[in-house]
């Protein structure tokens, strides 16, 4: 059974930078596409970035050039998925997931988050201005 866990949301001021951490265990990464989403209340969740088990990474436009993901091998049983967010704004302001899924790719995860079967209980992000 594969679990994942975020950590490291919190508050910040515009122009900070934060980095999202997601304990994946259970699988193996390189079956699988995972990608990091966030949503406002009373808005849908969105793609904000996603890498497949080829490495092909997927930013939605207003993160790109900001935010990063990544992704690095723990241990047998465990990825740590990654994402560093510099330069923050209060639109980024969010709860932010990551999710996994074996069989999208990067592209289609971003646009079409409802795809993914896995996801993390979610972090906060507030970036005050």
């Known amino acids: 059974q594969v679990h994942l866990v975020e950590s490291g949301g919190g508050s910040v001021q515009a122009g900070g930078s934060l980095r999202l951490s997601c304990a994946v265990s259970g699988y193996t990464w390189r079956r699988y596409c995972m990608g990091w989403f966030r949503q406002v209340p009373g808005e849908e969740r969105e793609g904000v970035a996603t890498?497949?088990?080829?490495?092909?990474?997927?930013?939605?436009n207003s993160v790109e050039g900001r935010f990063t993901i990544s992704v690095e091998n723990a241990d047998n049983n465990m990825y740590l998925l990654y994402l560093q967010m510099n330069n923050l704004t209060p639109e980024d302001t969010a709860i932010y997931y990551c999710?996994?899924?074996?069989?999208?790719?990067?592209?289609?995860?971003?646009?079409?988050?409802?795809?993914?079967?896995?996801w993390g209980q979610g972090t906060q992000v507030t970036v005050s201005s």
């Open positions: 890498i497949d088990r080829d490495g092909q990474i997927r930013y939605t």
């Open positions: 999710a996994a899924d074996p069989f999208t790719r990067a592209e289609q995860a971003l646009f079409y988050p409802a795809d993914l079967t896995l």
